[in-house]
């Protein structure tokens, strides 16, 4: 069994930053992909960025610039910075994970979800 814990959610002005952090534990072999996923209020789910095993990432256009997500393999953990945070980015934000278990069985796992808003 794989648990995905986030943290780093919160209140920020306009123009303020946050970090998200999300640790995978349990039963895992290796992880394949890592991202984050924001849902507004009305809206569907969407993806923020992600990031693959070899470091390659992707970006949503809207947050380009202004976001970077990293990732510590060691602690099995990626990151999400959050930088020049508008209105627009208030959401719930999912981390989403593609893993490998120690079984060799490969599945998809969502953390929570952490609150960001942004508001002054």
């Known amino acids: 069994q794989v648990q995905l814990v986030e943290s780093g959610g919160g209140l920020v002005q306009p123009g303020g930053s946050l970090r998200l952090s999300c640790a995978a534990s349990g039963s895992i072999f290796s992880i394949n992909v890592m991202g984050w996923y924001r849902q507004a209020p009305g809206k569907q789910r969407e993806l923020v960025a992600v990031?693959?095993?070899?470091?390659?990432?992707n970006y949503a256009d809207s947050v380009k610039g202004r976001f970077t997500i990293s990732r510590d393999n060691a602690k099995n953990t990626v990151y999400l910075q959050m930088n020049s945070l508008k209105p627009e980015d208030t959401a719930v934000y999912y981390c989403?994970?593609?893993?490998?278990?120690?079984?060799?069985?490969?599945?998809?796992?969502w953390g929570q979800g952490t609150q960001v808003t942004v508001s002054s």
């Open positions: 989403n994970t593609l893993i490998t278990a120690l079984s060799r069985r490969v599945g998809e796992y």
């Open positions: 990031i693959i095993s070899g470091g390659s990432t």
